[in-house]
């Protein structure tokens, strides 16, 4: 069995220290000391793709660039590097969100996996003119799926609604495969729709017994429809040679928060309304409330997996934090509860890509969890573009 790993884009700006943003938190509460530029993201694209990861997640939201506009530049700027493109049902047509993926894999084949996020903030949906309630949403993705599925099938497809009304529409050319959907969600509206429609199961990177429970839930309802799924997970790494470096950097990152980041990040995450936003909050509320927080190992929820960057991130807010082969032993314990994908990220994403790539992967290979290719002797210097063949 090899696992897959994806990396994420920060389309929103990198920085060594905690980027914030999203999930309740204001627009341009994300900010990094590097501007995410194509070069900058090119090359993490370029790295990523050295290190045998198979994609990239690109986020969505009012924070952030566009994920369409910015992939398909970057398709340009690396070669086999698929791209995991959270977009929002609901805020396009479905025939349209059909057409943009087909004509993504005419141009990239086979590069295109997307993320759906149904939303949960209410007023971040607002800003973009959709004033549906949260189940409303999850109603919607249901039918706006239903709508993309039929168009990816050569279908033609008229749907009349609760919420997304079509008629007779078709596709100018559907992808020869469909592209898999990723699907993300906590809430009891959630897993029907992941059930139906999802080749991969989403989670937030909680503890092992919260991960099990949330893949056996899945499972069932997917079995109910005669499906079976794939699982994910997201986090975040701080990989060192030893532990105490990696708790060390763990310490940098908490050292350089003043003390009234914390309280108004999550004042504003407080306001959302996402069952997973509120599971990572109560994995440091304890912490939180009683001012320890400054010490990284208060923050430790289960070996290893350390919930410091949810203290002013929305959305994924834990890490693995340990050496290179503590980080491959937790990944090798998800994997043991049916995990299949990793979707990672670190600060900056540039240099902790190197030390997990350089550190964790061979640790992984050796263990049979994981075939990509080795970088070791390649005379390509990842965040450079190859040689051109001759």
């Known amino acids: 069995m090899s696992l897959t790993f994806h990396w994420f884009l920060p389309t929103y700006g990198d920085s060594r220290f905690i980027v914030g943003g999203g999930h309740g938190l204001p627009a341009g509460t994300a900010s ?42 970057l398709t ?59 189940e409303e949403r999850y109603a919607r993705s249901d039918e706006f799926l239903t709508v993309i599925r039929g168009l990816w099938r050569g279908e033609t497809v008229s749907l009349d609604g609760k919420h997304i009304q ?18 993300g969600g906590s809430s009891a509206a959630a897993g029907p729709v992941a059930a139906e429609h999802a080749d ?8 092992p017994a919260q991960v099990a429970e949330k893949i056996a839930w899945i499972r069932r309802l997917a079995a109910a429809r005669g499906r079976e799924i794939r699982f994910g997970i997201r986090l975040h790494v701080i990989t060192r040679d030893t532990a105490d470096e990696a708790w060390a950097r763990a310490q940098g990152l908490l050292d350089a928060l003043g003390d009234d980041i914390v309280p108004a990040a999550q004042a504003g995450l407080a306001r959302s309304e996402s069952t997973g936003q509120a599971r990572m909050r109560e994995l440091h509320e304890a912490v939180r409330a009683s001012g320890d927080w400054r010490d990284p190992r208060t923050l430790e929820v289960y ?13 994924a807010g834990t890490a693995l934090v340990g050496s290179h082969c503590e980080v491959a032993d937790r990944i090798a314990e998800y994997a043991a509860l049916g995990i299949d994908e990793f979707v ?26 994981f075939t990509g290719p080795s970088t070791q002797g390649t005379g390509h210097t990842p965040f450079l573009p190859a040689a051109p063949s001759r």
């Open 344 to 369: 990672l990220s670190g600060y900056p994403h540039l240099e902790e890509l190197y030390w997990f790539g350089e550190g964790v992967l061979p640790q992984l290979r050796e263990r049979g969890l």
């Open 76 to 134: 340009r700027e690396s070669e086999r590097l698929k791209f995991l493109i959270a977009f929002r049902p609901g805020l396009i047509s479905p025939t349209l969100a059909a057409q943009m993926s087909a004509t993504f894999d005419a141009h990239a084949p086979g590069r295109l996996l997307l993320n759906v996020v149904t939303g949960g903030e209410a007023h971040e949906q607002r800003s973009y003119g959709d004033f549906l309630s949260k």
């Open 32 to 73: 990094g000391d590097r501007r995410a530029s194509l070069g900058y993201l090119g090359s993490i694209a370029r790295a990523a793709e050295e290190f045998g990861f198979t994609g990239a997640l690109t986020p969505a939201g009012a924070w952030c660039e566009d994920a369409w506009l910015t992939t398909a530049m």
């Open 200 to 207: 991969v199961y989403l989670t937030w990177g909680e503890p």
């Open 303 to 315: 070996p290893n997996l350390w919930a410091g960057v949810g203290l002013v991130r929305g959305g």
């Open 166 to 183: 079509v008629e007779k529409a078709t596709l100018p050319s559907v992808p020869p495969v469909a592209p898999p959907l990723y699907f």
